[in-house]
């Protein structure tokens, strides 16, 4: 019953590196996000995607790019990482919303980046 | 404005009492759906209780209930009988109906401790 599974769960970077961080989910989901975390604030949208081949921005998408290739993937890179970068970053998916208005979103376990 | 207002930075509750979790929020849209997740110490994000905007009922799972009072744009998390394992960051969040990524909008979160 793995849900949604995000690869790697830590990862330190130097400024500048770039790397890509995998999104999976097994739920047939229409909806994938990437949000992150910050101390003392809850969750921000970076980037979403309401079907395979679509993608869009969020609320903080500067630095960051996305692709969904695949219905189940949902990839996040950072083409040349910063300090302020570094955060937990969570991936979620869920239904098409007007299937099930409160089908909530699914979670990963999220992943601890650290940009030196 | 902020969206989601969650005003209790922390809180402390003795075990087996109950506690209420605050949550206020701001949109015109009519149609909107409001979601409790709580984080553990684990790091993951744990979907507990939805509430819909045109639910004429407060919504209960087990020992967690909401107390949503439209009028006031509030939507507060009510544990009954706390445990240890309660202890946790919790979120509240919002889904609004217009708008097409129907992303969630995080509150900044209430961390909650439980007092043996």
């Known amino acids: 019953n793995a849900g949604v599974t995000q690869t790697p769960k830590f990862r330190v970077l130097k400024t500048g590196q770039s790397m890509t961080l995998l999104c999976a989910q097994d739920?047939?989901?229409?909806?994938m996000y990437w949000y992150r975390q910050d101390p003392g604030m809850g969750l921000r949208l970076i980037h979403y995607s309401v079907g395979e081949g679509t993608t869009a921005k969020g609320e903080v998408p500067d630095g960051y790019n996305v692709s969904r290739l695949k219905k189940q993937n949902f990839l996040l890179g950072l083409e040349s990482a910063a300090p302020s970068q570094t955060s937990v970053y969570f991936c979620a998916s869920s239904r098409r919303p007007g299937q099930a208005w409160d089908h909530p979103q699914h979670f990963g376990d999220g992943t601890r980046l650290s940009i030196l | 404005a902020q969206k989601i207002t969650q005003t209790q930075p922390g809180m402390f509750v003795q075990e087996k009492e109950a506690v209420t979790l605050d949550c206020t929020y701001d949109?015109?849209?009519?149609?909107?759906?409001l979601f409790w997740y709580k984080q553990p110490s684990s790091g993951e994000m744990i979907f507990l209780i939805y509430?819909?905007?045109?639910?004429?009922q407060n919504a209960t799972e087990g020992r967690y209930s909401l107390n949503f009072q439209k009028a006031r744009k509030s939507a507060n998390l009510v544990i009954s009988a706390s445990q240890l394992g309660d202890s946790a960051m919790y979120f509240c969040?919002?889904?609004?109906?217009?708008?097409?990524?129907?992303?969630?909008?995080f509150g900044s979160g209430t961390r909650l401790l439980v007092r043996p």
């Open positions: 949109t015109s849209d009519p149609s909107y759906g």
């Open positions: 509430q819909g905007s045109y639910d004429q």
């Open positions: 969040a919002m889904r609004e109906g217009l708008d097409s990524s129907y992303k969630l909008i």
């Open positions: 739920m047939n989901h229409e909806y």
